[in-house]
Every structure is written in C-alpha cells, then in structure tokens.
C-alpha cells in the first residue's frame, strides 16, 4: 500500500491515487469495486455519480411497479458508455458513498491547498 495515497473507502471499495504515473495521468483517481478497476478523471466521476442517481431512481420505480425478482438488477452505465454494470440497490448506494466522499474529499484536498497558497504568501 506504499504506492498509492488512499482518497477513501468503505465496504465495497476503495479510491486511491497512484503515488508514481505518468504526467497524464497524474489527476486520475482509481476506483476498485466488486473485482473492478476504473482509471476516472474528476469529471469522469461527476458523470459516474449521475449514472449512479439514474440507476437509484429507475431501481425505485422497478420496485414500486413489480414484484419480479428479475427487477432487483438495474444497469448502471459507466462513464464510458460502452460498459455497464448489473448491480442491486443496495451496490447502487454503497459506490454513491465511495464516489461521493472521494469527491468531497477531493475538493476539500484542492480548497486547503488553494487557501494555504494564499495565506503563506500573506
């Protein structure tokens, strides 16, 4: 665990960076969930979090509508369309936690060193 600085995690998965990449790739967070690796920029997990608020929702009404077992899936789309992800509500919830934190995490990693810039130049 030496090589990566942990952004968060809770029971599903984790969110780290990668203490040594390449220049490109040095804003990108990876993302490990159920045997899963995603290589995301912030804004790739800002539309993964509004897939995540889709797949929440359609879930909801699913349930409401039926008492179908087959409905306890729903697909989450990732960021690139061209995967997705079968995953029960409760999944759906556990990657909002893990995104949602990183993110706010993340923004409160820019906001601090933005504010300590300003005030060791004071």
Request: some cysteine; hydrophobic content about 45%.
């Amino acid at each position: 665990m030496d090589d990566i600085n942990t952004i968060y995690y809770n029971d599903f998965g984790i969110a780290f960076q990668w203490k040594r990449t390449a220049a490109k790739d040095f804003n990108k967070i990876q993302l490990v969930f159920k045997n899963t690796g995603l290589f995301l920029n912030k804004m790739e997990l800002v539309q993964f979090l509004k897939n995540i608020e889709q797949a929440l929702i359609k879930s909801k009404t699913l349930a409401k509508s039926s008492n179908n077992k087959a409905c306890e899936l729903v697909l989450l789309e990732a960021p690139n369309p061209q995967i997705s992800f079968a995953m029960k509500e409760a999944e759906l919830k556990s990657i909002q936690d893990l995104i949602t934190r990183t993110l706010f995490q993340l923004g409160l990693h820019t906001f601090l060193n933005e504010n300590q810039i300003r005030f060791n130049g004071y």
